[in-house]
């Protein structure tokens, strides 16, 4: 199931989702980066902790094709585009029509390391 794309957190109804952040490049004027993170319920009064996410720096539309692939991967059913000064309208989204082999080329994706369990 391809997840369902929101544009804000309240849409998921309480349910788990990745937020997509979208941002300008704080080096390169006119550049727009996106960034992920997939976050576990919280067991700590922080606030939740990270199960995955994205690096820096990396380009809008890579960053949000990896984020819609980790939630496809993971079940999760909602990508939330937290993108408060517009930078990435949907009409600039990539579509996800899956073209034959898709499944083999996303499998070779680089995935953020799982953060290690501290003591």
């Keep these: 199931m391809v997840p369902a794309i929101i544009e804000n957190e309240h849409a998921a109804?309480?349910?788990?989702?990745?937020?997509?952040?979208v941002?300008?490049?704080?080096?390169?004027?006119?550049?727009?980066?996106?960034?992920?993170q997939h976050a576990g319920e919280s067991v700590d009064p922080k606030g939740p902790?990270?199960?995955?996410?994205?690096?820096?720096?990396?380009?809008?539309?890579i960053a949000f094709q990896r984020a819609v692939m980790v939630a496809h991967q993971d079940g999760v059913p909602f990508v939330?585009?937290?993108?408060?000064?517009?930078?990435?309208?949907?009409?600039?989204?990539?579509?996800?029509?899956?073209?034959?082999g898709f499944a083999r080329l996303v499998a070779g994706w680089p995935?953020?390391?799982?953060?290690?369990?501290q003591s």
């Excluded at 109804?13 to 952040?21: K, M, N, S, V």
């Excluded at 941002?23 to 992920?36: A, H």
């Excluded at 902790?49 to 539309?61: K, M, N, R, W, Y």
């Excluded at 995935?111 to 369990?117: G, N, Q, T, V, Y």
């Design 23 to 36: 941002y300008p490049s704080p080096r390169r004027p006119g550049v727009i980066l996106g960034g992920w």
């Design 80 to 100: 939330w585009v937290d993108d408060p000064n517009g930078l990435f309208p949907p009409s600039a989204r990539p579509s996800f029509r899956r073209p034959p």
């Design 49 to 61: 902790a990270p199960i995955d996410h994205s690096q820096l720096g990396t380009s809008v539309e």
């Design 111 to 117: 995935r953020a390391p799982k953060p290690s369990p």
């Design 13 to 21: 109804g309480g349910a788990q989702c990745i937020r997509f952040h």
